[in-house]
């Protein structure tokens, strides 16, 4: 007779029951940020009213602050949408928060959850159990420093844009100055567009106006400025150039502003004198002060010894990233933040795809550039990218050159490694050899010897 029917278990024997998850962060806050109202999640036992929310006003977010404080919050996870984050992050963090700023791709919504409420707990949830990476950013000075460059391409932008305005108002008058001048922009072109809107017609005199320098002649000149100057084409122009003068007195304050920030940055205090730039042309859009200099004290090392890296450049890299190369163990997670590491998408011991992932990331855009800048070189990174695009194409050999410069500037940060271009020759012979191996390699499994010899004079 049973006392009692057994149950039967479903273990297997070599099987074991997972263990639950358990809490890393058990006072841990989570925020699903909106534009006009924020919703704040917290543990269900620090407040009967775990969930709530708080207007975007300033006087509201320091509401959430001290209701967080009040509850003994340590740390606040919360999504990165939009710059709607940027006042919260920085209220939270001053009053001594430390806030997680998640990528939205690792806080993905899962089926149930169309709610903003949940979506909070959610965020919460995932943060408490430590499921949540902090995306990167850097301190307040580097952060400062970022605003005031991401700005100054801003205005750049702008000014560009009125500069269009300029060559379309000479269109109008059919006055050919931007086939001529290579750029409108330049000595010769601003000095030619201040005296037509002075009211001077007379093309000789305005073709007085070229610089030494230009390479178009004085006859050429004269021939593209005689034109229809009617009125309104006229009071175009003059707003264009009015406008691009306007923005160019704003660049000027924004430099001063960026010196001034570069210079309160904590400097090097023995740093020998900064080797002379690989180039002393100065580019039409770089800072007005001395960049070389200042970054060299700065970080006592000199970026701009790597091939396509320049001052400008340089800086705005550094501005993205920040001086402590600490916050990547190693360089393989600094290109894989860049997103210039090939991805890696594995199912069943079967690569499904390598490829890069897609990002808006601005310190990889620029390595990019400095790629394609050094395409054309006879250095070590432009035989480098040559012998790539002619096997893989040159999208895939601007990513890897970017990489490879991207590798450079790690180890000259991190380990004070100088950079020294091993010259053209060097990939070329690397890829000489590699080939003749693959040439022996190959004549080996068919039974055949491989011999060197030197190639006839004039065979083709």
């Given at each position: ?87 919260v992050f920085e209220i939270l ?213 790597i091939n396509g890296l320049g ?150």
């Amino acid at each position: 007779m049973w006392s009692a029917e057994r149950v039967p278990s479903n273990k297997t024997k070599g099987t074991r029951t997972p263990a639950a998850l358990t809490p890393i962060h058990r006072r841990a806050a989570g925020i699903d940020i909106g534009s006009r109202f924020h919703l704040v999640a917290v543990p269900p036992d620090l407040d009967a009213e775990p969930v709530r929310s708080f207007r975007g006003f300033t006087a509201d977010l320091n509401q959430l602050a001290d209701w967080l404080v009040s509850l003994g919050i340590t740390t606040v996870a919360m999504e990165s949408t939009g710059i709607y984050w940027v006042p919260v992050f920085e209220i939270l963090e001053a009053r001594g928060l430390e806030v997680v700023l998640v990528n939205a791709r690792d806080a993905k919504n899962v089926p149930g959850r169309k709610t903003d409420v949940n979506d909070a707990q959610w965020i919460q949830q995932l943060h408490s159990y430590g499921l949540l990476r902090a995306s990167f950013r850097p301190g307040a000075e580097i952060v400062a420093l970022r605003a005031y460059l991401r700005h100054r391409e801003r205005l750049i932008e702008y000014a560009a844009s009125h500069a269009q305005h300029m060559q379309k108002a000479l269109m109008q008058m059919n006055l050919q100055l931007h086939h001529v001048v290579s750029d409108i922009t330049g000595v010769t072109g601003l000095k030619i567009l201040r005296a037509i809107i002075g009211g001077e017609r007379d093309p000789e005199v305005l073709a007085a106006h070229r610089d030494v320098r230009c390479k178009a002649s004085v006859e050429t000149i004269c021939e593209a400025l005689t034109g229809n100057y009617r009125p309104e084409h006229v009071f175009a122009l003059r707003q264009a150039v009015e406008l691009y003068d306007a923005y160019q007195a704003k660049l000027q304050d924004c430099d001063a502003e960026i010196e001034r920030t570069v210079r309160a940055l904590p400097q090097r205090e023995t740093v020998a004198p900064p080797p002379p730039p690989r180039s002393r042309k100065v580019q039409r859009n770089e800072p007005r002060f001395d960049v070389h200099a200042l970054l060299h004290a700065m970080l006592g090392v000199d970026l701009t010894q790597i091939n396509g890296l320049g001052p400008s450049s340089a800086l705005r890299i550094v501005a993205e990233c920040g001086t402590d190369m600490t916050r990547w163990p190693t360089v393989k997670h600094f290109t894989s933040w860049l997103t210039l590491a090939p991805g890696t998408k594995i199912s069943g011991g079967k690569v499904l795809s390598s490829r890069t992932r897609p990002s808006a990331n601005r310190a990889a855009a620029m390595l990019r550039l400095a790629a394609v800048s050094v395409s054309r070189t006879s250095t070590g990174l432009g035989a480098f990218f040559r012998q790539l695009a002619a096997r893989i194409g040159k999208a895939k050999a601007i990513t890897a050159t970017a990489r490879k410069i991207a590798v450079f500037f790690y180890n000259t940060l991190r380990h004070g490694s100088a950079y020294v271009d091993p010259g053209a020759n060097y990939y070329e012979e690397r890829y000489r050899q590699r080939s003749i191996a693959n040439l022996r390699r190959r004549a080996d499994a068919l039974g055949l010897t491989l011999v060197e010899g030197q190639a006839a004079a004039g065979a083709s």
